[in-house]
Antibody, heavy 119, light 107 residues
Framework: QLQLQESGPGLVKPSETLSLTCSVSGGSISSRDYHWGWIRQPPGKGLEWIGSIYYSGATYYNPSLQSRGTISVDTSKNQFSLKLSSVTAADTAVYYC???????????WGQGTLVTVSS | DIQMTQSPSSLSASVGDRVTITCRASQGISNYLAWFQQKPGKAPKLLIYAASSLQSGVPSKFSGSGSGTDFTLTISSLQPEDFATYYCQQYNGIPFTFGPGTKVDIK
């Protein structure tokens, strides 16, 4: 059974970089059959797709991030990561890592981790 | 970006009711439409993909239809475990976008 688990600081200061890691178990992150990505949800609000990465290293991002986001893969650890620079209070959200198939259907989600941006 | 709208934004229903939620895309997305269920404090769960295909393990009381710009999610007989927020998502074009959600609660 595939499992995804987010980890990282729960509190980040404004203007700093948010860094999260998603550990994948029960499946290989090197598989050609899937994309790996991030989705966030501000408290009490809706869902926003952040971006995703394919095993080849190809990445896709939401333009709303204004080039602040970077997604990378560490195949040796079966993990992928999100870095979001120059954060503001508007980046406060529950961050989910997720798997999507080659049609980009998101079929597995991590449990989510709350990141608060505050000084 | 493709904008997704949902109606209603919330609804109250009774156990056993048939419930229909509508999702509309700002431009045609063929059938690249998914439906998710989210309960408080939990990650969303995939119910329907490709507008009408039932995800493995999801009860057949959930069904989806539509193509192009207009889509529906139907719950044939609402059960206590179905009270949740439902989101549609288009994956036809980047950025993939979600509808604002429809909260289904108990009447």
């Amino acid at each position: 059974q595939l499992q995804l688990q987010e980890s990282g600081p729960g509190l980040v200061k404004p203007s700093e970089t948010l860094s999260l890691t998603c550990s994948v178990s029960g499946g290989s992150i090197s598989s050609r059959d899937y994309h790996w990505g991030w989705i966030r949800q501000p408290p009490g609000k809706g869902l926003e797709w952040i971006g995703s990465i394919y095993y080849s290293g190809a990445t896709y991002y939401n333009p709303s991030l204004q080039s602040r986001g970077t997604i990378s893969v560490d195949t040796s650890k079966n993990q992928f990561s999100l870095k979001l620079s120059s954060v503001t209070a508007a980046d406060t959200a529950v961050y989910y890592c997720a798997r999507a198939d080659t049609s980009m259907v998101t079929d597995y989600w991590g449990q989510g981790t709350l990141v608060t941006v505050s000084s | 970006d493709i904008q997704m709208t949902q109606s209603p934004s919330s609804l109250s229903a009774s156990v056993g009711d048939r419930v229909t939620i509508t999702c509309r895309a700002s431009q045609g997305i063929s059938n690249y439409l998914a439906w998710f269920q989210q309960k408080p404090g939990k990650a969303p769960k995939l119910l329907i993909y490709a507008a009408s295909s039932l995800q493995s393990g999801v009860p057949s009381k959930f069904s989806g239809s539509g193509s192009g710009t207009d889509f529906t999610l139907t719950i044939s007989s609402l059960q206590p475990e179905d009270f949740a927020t439902y989101y549609c998502q288009q994956y036809n074009g980047i950025p993939f976008t979600f509808g604002p959600g429809t909260k289904v609660d108990i009447k």
